[in-house]
């Protein structure tokens, strides 16, 4: 029975570097469902190694095992024991392993021919070393895994195309400076189209086109990838990118490379996936159907790198759904999530590339040579970045990665036009019934649903600004004594006074103080403007309105009006009509009784022809 067992396991073959297969001599096996296909996967990468029960069940449920599955695990082991032989699939201290013969697997004779091949290059034997690399190429079909479901597959895949990628780039080097070099240069040509920002790549299809007595498509590539990488991350090429580029416009002889030029070997890069983002909000509430769209965006396999860029008023959530949108997607990424927020001042391309495993000492001082190891680092991983509270194209660009797979979520105030976003997205307000689900949420279900009328109504006096719904509610549940109702009644109170008194309304207005310091850097009129115009009190304000208050023509007043609604301090109702939230509009007001003497405000609201709001009594005009 020995013998037969051990016969048996000898002619077993196993396939992952395309769909996974296996072999009995030359007839093929059925592997069977999916999930029993995920076991075959993670054993066979283990190479020999044992794979904990744990490891197993979190990699064929994505770490959301039903209550039975230790019991289905073991069932799918033993129906693989019947297909290949027990002695195949071994139980090692609870977990298993298994056992094949040397080159049984198509990973491991993959590692063992780049080896060679390496050993061969760096030994000055470029023949045998291409040889070699060509032999490891032919033993792919497709993508790694490319039938095995789940998460635990979809980053064993990036891991093993990566180490695809870096061995083709060293293959076509030696093959460039060969009687290989023709047919080199059709294989760059098709990979820099799957990867235009791949400086690499294109540099190797630079130096083709020279040696094959291309000058001139050569010095196209480089001013091809300039214009991309200018265009799209508002970067220059990296250093040795230049310089290769250089050596070809001199004319200067490209001797046969044994790796390519730009390549740093001092760049011990250690693979590690960081996780950076910060906690999510466990009451997160809303925004269902956006986050199913920016979801679909976001895990594109589409080529390049998808961004979605979050904007809005300050308060109103823009980091609270970049966040809870990452954790939501953060799976789909394991090579890791890195955030940064870009009010802080710090450098963050240092860091990002630190946390990948770039040691500090082997980081570029050059800007733009930092850049170019990012781009480098990051092409073919399966990255997630987060950027907050960003400002300007050139805070972001060089923080974009690379290639495809990754992809990226900002947020900000504003739209940078610049960026190679792919959707834009202007956070509105919440629903009402949002609102009081957040209410309920923070302080307390029953409480909240006892006034549920009252609720609402303190929610439309916060604007259903998520920020301020918040706080209240937070102030709410920190006081059992209080009603709803009473709450409601406290805030309309202190929104109307001439200075903001309460901890709470200050919070509410930080944001609103930011954007507006923003505003006004920018386009100091407009934020006079923003004061001056919500004096008035009337629901929507036009343009007319607007200009026979600021003493403007209509296209200046408009202009103005347009500034603003793309700070999001106020929001465009129609054609030029416009509205305030109404939370803002008191901070507005409070801006202007801070800026202008009562006798300039009654001017300002005299070229109307109208009286002092109702709602803001003439005493609260005084100047302060």
């Not at 291409?130 to 990036?158: K, N, T």
């Not at 080529?303 to 799976?331: E, F, N």
């Not at 992809?407 to 019934?433: C, D, H, K, Q």
Request: with cysteine; net charge negative; hydrophobic share 45%.
């Amino acid at each position: 029975m020995t013998m037969t067992t051990t016969m048996t396991s000898r002619r077993i073959r196993l396939s992952v570097l395309g769909p996974v297969r296996a072999w009995r001599g030359d007839q093929e096996l059925d592997l069977g469902a999916p999930q029993q296909r995920v076991v075959v996967g993670v054993l066979a990468l283990r190479e020999g190694r044992q794979a904990t029960l744990e490891a197993l069940i979190d990699a064929v449920w994505d770490g959301d095992p039903p209550r039975t599955a230790t019991l289905t695990l073991r069932t799918y082991i033993s129906r693989l024991r019947q297909i290949f032989g027990t002695d195949v699939i071994a139980t090692v201290n609870g977990g298993y392993l298994m056992r094949l013969e040397p080159h049984a697997l198509d990973l491991t004779e993959f590692t063992a021919a780049v080896t060679r091949a390496r050993t061969a290059r760096d030994g000055g034997d470029h023949s045998t070393a291409a040889q070699a690399f060509h032999h490891a190429e032919s033993l792919w079909h497709g993508s790694a895994l490319a039938d095995v479901p789940g998460a635990y597959a979809a980053a064993q895949r990036v891991r093993l195309e990566r180490e695809r990628h870096t061995a083709t780039e060293e293959r076509l080097a030696l093959d460039i400076g060969t009687e290989r070099a023709g047919a080199a240069v059709i294989d760059l040509t098709a990979l820099v189209e799957q990867h235009p920002l791949d400086e690499g790549l294109s540099g190797l299809l630079m130096l083709g086109l020279y040696r094959t007595g291309r000058q001139a498509a050569a010095i196209a590539e480089y001013q091809r990838i300039r214009a991309r990488l200018a265009d799209e991350l508002g970067l220059d090429p990296g250093a040795a990118l230049r310089d290769v580029h250089q050596r070809i416009l001199t004319g200067e002889p490209v001797p046969a490379l044994a790796a390519p030029v730009w390549e740093q070997p001092a760049v011990a890069v250690v693979t590690s996936a960081p996780e950076q983002l910060p906690l999510g909000i466990r009451d997160f509430v809303g925004r269902t159907a956006l986050i199913e769209q920016l979801t679909e965006v976001l895990v594109t396999r589409e080529p390049g790198t998808p961004v979605v860029g979050i904007v809005g008023l300050g308060g109103i959530g823009t980091s609270a759904l970049a966040l809870h949108l990452a954790h939501r997607i953060r799976p789909e990424f394991p090579d890791g999530q890195l955030y940064a927020d870009l009010r802080e001042d710090r450098d963050v391309l240092t860091g990002f590339l630190r946390a990948v495993g770039v040691p500090a000492a082997d980081i570029p001082h050059d800007p733009a040579d930092r850049a170019a190891l990012w781009r480098t680092v990051t092409c073919g991983r399966r990255l997630l970045v987060l950027i907050d509270h960003a400002r300007t194209r050139a805070q972001v660009a060089p923080l974009l990665p690379a290639g495809t797979g990754s992809a990226v979520i900002l947020t900000g105030g504003r739209r940078i036009p610049e960026l190679p976003v792919t959707r834009w997205v202007s956070l509105s307000a919440f629903e009402p019934e949002e609102s009081v689900e957040l209410f309920r949420r923070v302080a307390g279900r029953d409480r909240v649903d006892t006034e549920h009328r009252a609720a609402l109504d303190f929610a439309d006096a916060c604007s259903h600004l998520p920020l301020a719904v918040r706080l209240g509610a937070a102030r709410l549940a920190a006081r059992p004594g209080w009603s709803v109702a009473s709450i409601g009644e406290r805030l309309r109170v202190e929104m109307r006074q001439p200075v903001a008194v309460h901890e709470d309304c200050i919070l509410v207005e930080a944001p609103f103080e930011r954007d507006l310091a923003v505003l006004q850097a920018a386009d100091p009129l407009a934020a006079v403007a923003f004061g001056l115009v919500a004096l008035v009190d009337d629901d929507e304000v036009t343009v007319d309105t607007a200009a026979r208050l600021l003493d403007l023509p209509e296209t200046e007043a408009e202009r103005l009006m347009e500034t603003m609604v793309d700070a999001h301090l106020v929001e465009p109702t129609g054609y030029q009509r416009y509205r305030y939230l109404d939370i803002v509009r008191w901070f507005a007001r409070r801006k202007a009784i801070a800026a202008h003497t009562q006798a300039y405000r009654e001017a300002v609201l005299g070229r109307l022809g109208k009286p002092f709001p109702a709602s803001l009594p003439k005493r609260a005009l005084r100047a302060v």
